[in-house]
């Protein structure tokens, strides 16, 4: 079984790359401080940096992060975040039903063994499992994509990403347009070209250069918008959802 991806490499530049403007990032915390009203304990499963644990726990939620990279929660340790743990989201260090909610967010496109991911995460949860997700795709990933095609080199998918999750197994609750992000082709083709996403870490330089030229021509100056989402399944849907499709 392969192991989730570990983001030490680019646990220095995480924030840079992957942070949410605070505006925006207010009101995503307050959405999922919502969701999670009235139930005590949160695992997040995934934590990083802590960039939901952190406001989250300071909203008096008793979260508990769990990761793979050790560097990734040493960032989130300098933030304040309390109660991490380094371990496997396929091997929860927990009881059964240990906590009331879990906290996932784009974290299963990492896990190629994502079924025993969600067999670990609904095994420890009483209630919900919640994920932010974007309504929308990123033009520039998908144009990446095809251009890496073009040239012969297919991308090997690993995982599904929990806004895939929910064709498998209908969220009980969605709440569509939390906010409006306004994203810079310009930033994220930076992004690209410091190979700052894990599924770049093995494509070569050259080819990747050649890309970033490519899109440059063809994105440069634009502005586009994604649409911030948060799902919420109950975990026993998800547990029934895993039981029928082992059989």
């Not at 983001?7 to 840079?16: L, Q, S």
């Not at 992957?18 to 005590?40: Q, S, T, W």
């Not at 496109?109 to 997700?133: F, G, P, Y």
């Not at 410091?194 to 634009?222: C, H, M, V």
Request: charged fraction near 25%; charge should be positive.
């Amino acid at each position: 079984m392969t192991l989730p991806v570990s983001f030490d490499r680019v646990a220095d530049i995480y924030d840079r790359t992957r942070g949410l403007p605070p505006y925006i990032m207010k009101k995503v915390v307050a959405a999922l401080a919502n969701e999670l009203k009235g139930y005590r304990t949160v695992l997040d499963a995934g934590v990083g940096t802590g960039r939901y644990a952190k406001p989250l726990q300071n909203k008096v939620f008793r979260l508990v992060g769990i990761d793979i990279s050790e560097r990734m929660l040493e960032k989130a340790h300098l933030k304040g975040v309390k109660n991490l743990h380094l371990a496997d989201v396929c091997h929860l260090p927990f009881r059964d039903l240990s906590f009331d909610a879990t906290i996932c967010n784009h974290v299963l496109h990492l896990v190629e063994d994502w079924k025993t991911a969600l067999t670990q995460i609904t095994r420890v949860t009483r209630h919900v499992l919640v994920s932010t997700t974007y309504g929308s795709p990123n033009p520039i990933h998908e144009t990446y994509e095809e251009l890496l095609r073009k040239h012969g080199y297919a991308r090997r998918k690993l995982g599904i990403s929990e806004a895939e999750l929910k064709g498998f197994v209908k969220p009980t609750r969605t709440i569509a347009a939390v906010a409006k992000l306004p994203v810079s082709a310009d930033k994220t083709i930076s992004m690209l070209e410091e190979k700052a996403y894990s599924y770049q870490w093995n494509i070569p330089n050259n080819l990747n250069r050649l890309i970033i030229t490519d899109l440059k021509a063809r994105f440069e100056g634009k502005i586009y918008h994604r649409d911030i989402q948060i799902l919420v399944w109950k975990a026993e849907a998800l547990k029934q959802h895993l039981s029928s499709s082992d059989k």
